[in-house]
């Protein structure tokens, strides 16, 4: 049975077809949106590992008793600690290797997920976690490509992103 009267052909879209095509435009646009800006995420993702990691690192530094310093290069980043642990040793004349901590989740040897990247650290001098409460102000500068991000220390060891 004819759905339509005589003479009228039936022409447009059903509302199915509408849908399907909205659902389409719908997931090639968040897929675009995802994909810009993905080194400037990497990037900030990068500051946010590293702020937690500065973190970990005072705390750990203040329950342990000895300093944790931060090494970096332009492929990625780990922390050291000197010295022997706290408490009686049979052998302490024996030079102790530097502990990379490596069994740590969150201290591990560590490469950017943002590639290659710069640094500029300031005030330029070796950045020492240790027993101190009180954290000296530091700007560390990350740069991957025109990508800039800055990971800012205030006095309280607070950490801002910007």
Same mark, same amino acid.
């Given at each position: 049975?004819?759905?339509?009267?005589?003479?009228? +052909?039936?022409?447009?879209?059903?509302?199915?077809?509408?849908?399907?095509?909205?659902?389409?435009?719908?997931?090639?646009?968040?897929?675009?949106?995802?994909?810009?800006?993905?080194?400037?995420?990497?990037?900030?993702?990068?500051?946010?590992?590293?702020?937690?990691?500065?973190?970990?690192?005072?705390?750990?530094?203040? +329950?342990?008793?000895?300093?944790?310093?931060?090494?970096?290069?332009?492929?990625?980043?780990?922390?050291?600690?000197?010295?022997?642990?706290?408490?009686? $040793?049979?052998?302490?004349?024996?030079?102790?290797?530097?502990?990379?901590?490596?069994?740590?989740?969150?201290?591990?040897?560590?490469?950017?997920?943002?590639? +290659?990247?710069?640094?500029?650290?300031?005030?330029?001098?070796?950045?020492?976690?240790? $027993?101190?409460?009180?954290?000296?102000?530091?700007? #560390?500068?990350?740069?991957?490509?025109? $990508?800039?991000?800055? #990971?800012?220390?205030?006095?309280?060891?607070?950490?801002?992103?910007?």
């Amino acid at each position: 049975m004819p759905t339509s009267a005589p003479g009228n +052909s039936e022409r447009g879209f059903t509302l199915v077809e509408v849908l399907v095509v909205l659902v389409i435009v719908a997931i090639a646009a968040s897929m675009v949106s995802l994909s810009i800006g993905r080194g400037d995420n990497r990037l900030r993702g990068d500051a946010e590992r590293l702020a937690d990691a500065f973190t970990v690192a005072q705390s750990e530094a203040r +329950s342990d008793g000895r300093p944790i310093r931060w090494l970096a290069s332009g492929q990625g980043w780990s922390f050291e600690r000197q010295g022997r642990p706290p408490g009686p $040793t049979a052998q302490e004349d024996i030079p102790v290797p530097p502990d990379r901590l490596e069994h740590d989740d969150v201290l591990r040897p560590q490469s950017w997920s943002a590639g +290659s990247v710069q640094l500029r650290l300031d005030p330029d001098r070796p950045l020492i976690f240790n $027993t101190e409460w009180v954290a000296a102000p530091m700007t #560390l500068t990350l740069s991957a490509g025109e $990508t800039r991000v800055t #990971l800012q220390r205030d006095a309280a060891g607070r950490y801002d992103i910007q």
